[in-house]
């Protein structure tokens, strides 16, 4: 590479020569032999950086307002920065010790300076804001953090001497220490606050006293006959300003004064309630603030979900009554004719689900909306940042601001000749010249990173702003205060707000992974996704219902699907299919026979509107998605994690038997399909029950039963198929353990589940599975061969 350093004539062409010097200058390093390698490597890393952090604050963001990002990226990002500033700090060093004819840091070193500060200012992309001290993982991060900024503040002004560059190079670090200041201040402060850190501990506090107070909305009111809607009304679940009702911490939680409920102050209400809310709703006669009222409800129950994950004890029987009531007797019964109830009640629970996964996992500091935080935060805090800045361009210039600002740019060549300018000649010679082609490399990468950072800024705000949880303060403080109820400027604005944040976070739509054994996909990151049907959602939510109330005056205990088919005497004698402890197994074995009769019944797709289409449609989604859990979330599910890897492995071995290797590997649906309802017809016998045969063969022979079932009573198979897999996902939905609320915790950074909903809903209504029993074996007669059971 030594034709770099020819100083013979111009490297570029159609460009004048001060450009021609700078680019001669950038790209020296190259030609060093003894770095060449490390720099060319630097660059591709560099190069690769920027792109990740450009492709996810720009495109991963068009039509995704969380404030989560995904986990994967998190981790990668993460590794990478963690060897990012001791690498380039090597390099810096290494480009700082090549001459280039200037008094100051030679170009090299002031690109990957500026390459260092501007990641620092986007390493909070990979840091989620936690405002909890039980999640709170010492100092020893905002240690290495600090250590970091001071570092670069170090490289910045101990080694530059020229003013105009101290100015920009001081302003970029100045800009790195406000973002480590801003994030220490979130975490310190939040996680010390009764509203954020401790509150999940004064809410335990607080509802374990309301349940017992009649005059807050305790058991004695619940036992009345009210309404609906009356229900709602009365509702004290606390969405914002609990923190208010602390009187001292005591032995066994909080002390708390519950008066002060009612007590209203010269600026309205300082402590905001579910049913202050709906009824301050229901007066403005607003269809479009309907969804706020729901919206409250899951900010309540937010709150009351947390003491789950953050290892306090569980709600008592009388919280869980209490809440059992309110959703099931309250939520899903208020009239609504724009809502079907199921979809009122999953918008809620994916609203919940949503706020619980930004308090642990969000980039941005969405949980500690408030109007006074937005203008601390977005107004005050910008103006004292541009002020510092100011200042320190000023003391670059020794106090000379008009010299200063002058320096800047007769100090800086890249602004000096205008950046478009000097792009434009290194594009005109990209593939002409080498020096070009390097030089146009190293400037898009710092091109990336600069608008990464700008856009992760304007993203920021318009997640903020636009995010549940400012809704919810602005409605909170709109219930509050009497003289902002007046307010027209407040009232639209809350409107505004409200319409736009529900076009874009689509609260009713619930998304299921789809599996399936008769296709080839076994990454999850392959498979297709769908929605869940609102005729799944109402059956799921009457099933919760009569597992907490009763059916028809008797109990309607959670099964594995032996409930269903011995509702229906006609297909009872299947319950053999259900006989094992593992609900994994009976998963997979159903969902093997619906994906059969799926495919025996092509004509019948997915856009029908009659009974029988609906119960086709639930039944195939939740089957897919329930053999999803059990390939890629076995421990979501109530067996143990080790017997669902081991049953997914069984299903694999079984396939293979099935299916054959090609098959297996590389058939098309049809082609399985084809294979599995010829495989072994000796001996998988309809007529018959053999105990010798494996998961999969009991699949097959289940599918062979269904469609000759289905020859008879299309209507009736599907319809059986639609309960049992709606019992199934709901039998599989309660859980306890504190591995469980670990393991649901950990699935919210990727966007939630729908077991997490349901888990939540479990967890709030009590409701659980019957205790695991030995299965009863029914003897049979003298004339059966030993493991075999004849279909009665």
Partial sequence: MGYMNDTRGLLLTTCPSSIDHYVQNLTSSYSNKSNESSVVATSVFMLVLAAVFFNLNLFSRVSNTSAVLNPTARAVLNSALNLFLPVMSYLFSEAKNTPDGGADLPVR????????????????????????????????????????????????????????????????????????????AFTEIGKRSLAYGKNARLLSSYMAEMVKDPRHGGT???????????????????????????????????????DRLNTTYDDGDHIVTVGKIWEL???????????LQRLSLSFALFKLLRPRFELLPAMTKQETDHCRDLIFQGLCRVSDGD???GVALFQVLKDEISFVSEYY??????????????????????????????????????????????????DN?????????????????????PAAFFAIIDISITYLLFIAFVYEEVWEYMVFVFSNWFMVSLLCTYTARRRWQESKTYRGTLRRIAWISSKLSHPSRVTLKQFSVLRVSWLSMTLPTTSLPTQAKRSIMERFRSAAYGRDGFPAPLSNGRYVLYSMQRYSRLSWFCDTQSVAEVIITWHIATSLLEMTYPGHRKGGTSPTDHHRAVAT??????????????????????????????????????????????????????????????????????NTMTMVQKGIVLGNVLVVEANGDYGAVWKLLADLWVELIVYVAPSSGDEHVKWHEEALVLGGELITLLWALATHTGVTRPPSTSLVVMPVGEDVEEGVRPCV
């Fill in 621 to 690: 989604k939740l089957s897919k998605y329930c053999s999803y859990l059990v390939v890629f979330h076995p421990e979501l599910l109530p067996d143990d994690r080790e017997c669902t890897e081991r049953v997914y492995e069984d299903m694999k071995t079984g396939l293979k038997e099935a299916l054959g290797s090609w098959n297996y590997h590389l058939g098309s649906e049809n082609a399985r399909y084809t294979k599995m309802m010829a495989t072994n017809q000796d001996k998988l016998r309809s007529d018959c029950w053999d």
């Fill in 109 to 184: 070193a002031r690109l990957i300076l500026t390459w260092m500060l501007l990641v620092e200012l986007l390493r909070k992309k990979v840091e989620a804001i936690l405002v909890t001290a039980g999640m709170q993982q010492g100092y020893s991060n905002i240690i290495t953090h600090a250590n970091a900024v001071a570092w670069l503040g170090y490289l910045a002004f101990f080694n530059l001497k020229v003013a105009g560059r101290v100015a920009v190079f001081g302003t970029l670090w100045l800009l790195c220490a406000a973002k480590f200041v801003q994030r220490v």
């Fill in 339 to 341: 809502v079907d109830p």
């Fill in 281 to 291: 709703v229901e007066q403005e006669k607003k269809p479009r603030l309907k969804r």
């Fill in 361 to 410: 996992h969000s980039v941005h500091p969405v949980v500690l909306a408030s109007p006074y935080f937005f203008v601390i935060n977005y107004i005050t805090f910008p103006v004292v940042v541009l002020v510092l800045c100011f200042m320190t361009i000023a003391l670059a210039g020794n106090g000379d601001m008009l010299l200063a600002f002058h320096s800047v740019g007769d």
């Fill in 220 to 258: 004695a009111v619940q036992d009345q006959d009210l309404s609906p809607l009356q229900r709602m009304k009365m509702c004290k679940y606390v969405v914002m300003g609990e923190e208010n009702l602390m009187l001292k911490p005591g032995p066994h939680g909080y002390e708390l004064d519950l």
């Fill in 413 to 433: 060549y890249a602004i000096s000749s205008g950046i478009f300018t000097l792009t434009k000649c290194l594009w005109k010679n990209f593939l002409r010249k």
